[in-house]
């Protein structure tokens, strides 16, 4: 099935890594302010180096993408050579910027994986931050763009193009552009409403995976302090993180994850601390590059283990001790990793014993992916009651959870949660996050309205089903707090992805008001006033009227509004729209009837209503006037309003009322939809 095998390639990658996410793909816009633009019509380089200072840069024509000249670049004799650019001066922090360059290979050169990198150095450290990546051939060229948040002060900034898999390779680059996307002001989040770890305070704990760049910004860390009373650093406890060499530890970020979790009163879960991803290949090596003993790769992992545990010890509650060794297909159920290629699955037990021993009060997991699909439940299943039964201190078993709108299905997830009641296990549901996507190829430069609904409703199922068995489950953990914070948008393509319960300006989603189960509060200054001019329920006219009222202190052009009324068809025909009255001008008034892809509660139509530019626009604590609207069946046969989404018989004056929706430029600002 192509779906479920797309999803399985997506978890498979790095599907425990947390990725500082600090850019996206979307277009840039006219409102940008452009920065830097280098088209090497000059016939210079414009100020393009080569990283590694033997690169060949050359401004010749065969490189053109439009125009006379552009850049190639030759001679790359390491993996990480290839053109680079200074940026520092045209980028300050808070500020958000769009980079777009297309790039060509040579003749008859293989297709082949290119990056465009951010290299961001601060006086602790350099940061290498990958912003795109996609296929270049030589058969055309390939738009490479990102839009990248710079969120702290840095030394140096510079953007560069590589082709690590391919050393002889010739790149072709042409008419690059740094742009500015308009200052939107601060982020602030939404104080006043629920907070996510109070309204599952009588079920479970509520967590979500953080990267130390979100404790850089107050908006971050009040965001991720106000909803969640427990707390997974994505990747600074990570053996690359915490000892890339032998012996060398490095605890600066896991002190500053751990420090921000213990001030905020949350747990902290520890992840993770065997894995085959992540780990320093000197691990699995000895002296001469050979695969080590099984004696002195269990000398090293004794030794981090707990040098990692015995320093967090008494702070963090819960590790998982081994990720990701799960593997359906081979006759044991284990992944064929160093680890196992050395020891065997013997390295799993050591692997705990040495985890109770440095922490004896920690709370021990093993943690998988896809443990909804059977065959991998049933060796995750089998492995753990050969572990309990040789006495090895196997405490509970974490459920990644990463999922899509389309694969699997809810009563899949609530199968291999109850598949582990009997073994006497603590149950962690602990990386949930719902892609909006079903395949590798689907892309979308805005969050389509349709799939915020669907995932609204899927979280609101799932959530359903971690309730329902909470005497299993003491924890769910998404793995990110918001959508600019989220591996999805890297992998297993570069583009948009919005998985989460929060926007990247940590706006809450319909997926968090589907969990907190209230409507959803007006989110402007806009109010949309309904009345309706028929009472009766069951006779053949839709008669809905509208006004809008604008309480803020500027104008609000009606050509970025939207009204949708929300209803059941009935017995489905063609349906008529008419404006019988408005203010604004009757031919400014545009309506059109939709039919849902899926139901929703009380609704399988809407109308919506848009406004023709020559409408105008609502002063600064006017309103638009009444707006008079009619529908009926080309057949003139009846509907049934008594049980529609919209529909209030109560309200024969203009009323404000939430069961109508508003939107402008596409975000919902009044109302809740049917869920």
Known sequence: MRNKSALKVLQTFLASSLILLLFSPPAAHAQNSLLLQTDFEDGTAQGWKGRGGVEALTVVPEAARGGAYGLRVGERNQSWHGPTLDVTAHMEPGQTYVFTGWIKLAQAAPNTTVSMTMQRRTPSTTHYERMYFDTATSSGWVRFQAQYKLLEAADNLSVYFEAPDNLALVLYIDDFRLEKLPDLGPVVIEEGIPSLKDVFAEDFLIGTAFSNSELLTEADRKLLAKHFNSTTPGNVLKWDSTEPQEGVFNFSGADAAVQFAVENGQRIRGHTLVWHSQTPDWVFRDANGNLASKELLFQRMKTHINAVMGRYKGQIYAWDVVNEVLDAAQPDGLRRSPWYQIAGEEFIEKAFLFAREADPDAVLFINDYNTHESGKSQAMYNLIKRLKAKGIPIDGVGHQTHVSLYYPTVQEIESSIVKFADLGVETHITELDVSVYSSSSQRYDTFPEELKQKQAALYKQLFDVFRRHKNLISSVTVWGKDDGNTWLRTFPVARNDWPLLFDERLQSKPAYWALVNVPVPPTSNLELQYRTADTQPGDNGLRPHFKIKNNGGEPVKLSELTIRYWFTVDGEKPLAFYCDYARIGQANVIGRHVKMSAGKARADHYLEITFDSAAG???????????????????????????????????????????????RNGQLVWGAEPR
């Open 617 to 663: 626009g609502i002063p600064a604590g006017g309103d638009s006037g009444v707006i008079e609207t009619r529908s009926h069946k080309v057949d003139w046969s009846n509907f049934d309003e008594s049980n529609d989404y919209s529909f209030d018989p109560s309200k024969t004056s203009y009323t404000p009322w939430e069961g109508v929706t508003l939107y």
